[in-house]
């Protein structure tokens, strides 16, 4: 059964940074590679909306919010994806989603909070 956990969530004030990881688990390092990955985030009362994702092989995109603040990156060798954010600012405040996709399967984690205070 696969898994995805995230981490990496917490409280920062505006300016700061934060690290998300997503970890996928009961698939292998080959599987895993061939999915691409994505991080969205939902904030209160809106809809979930995509933030940033990478491919396989690792062809990025951002969305105008994200770009020249945040780096995704993943670690096939760990089944693992990140997304590095700096220069938070309060509009950054949501659940942040790990997904793992193939043109036939979708799998989410549970999430991760993401706090940040002006």
């Known amino acids: 059964q696969v898994q995805l956990v995230e981490s990496g969530g917490g409280l920062v004030q505006a300016g700061g940074s934060l690290r998300l990881s997503c970890v996928a688990s009961?698939?292998?390092?080959?599987?895993?590679?061939?999915?691409?990955m994505g991080w969205f985030r939902q904030a209160p009362g809106k809809a979930r909306e995509l933030v940033a994702t990478i491919g396989a092989p690792d062809y990025v995109y951002y969305t105008d919010s994200a770009k020249g603040r945040f780096t995704i990156t993943r670690d096939n060798a760990k089944n693992t994806v990140s997304l590095q954010m700096q220069s938070l600012t309060p509009e950054d405040t949501g659940v942040y989603y790990c997904q793992a996709r193939t043109a036939q399967s979708q799998y989410w984690g549970q999430g991760t909070q993401v706090t940040v205070s002006s």
């Open positions: 009961g698939m292998s390092r080959i599987t895993f590679s061939s999915h691409g």
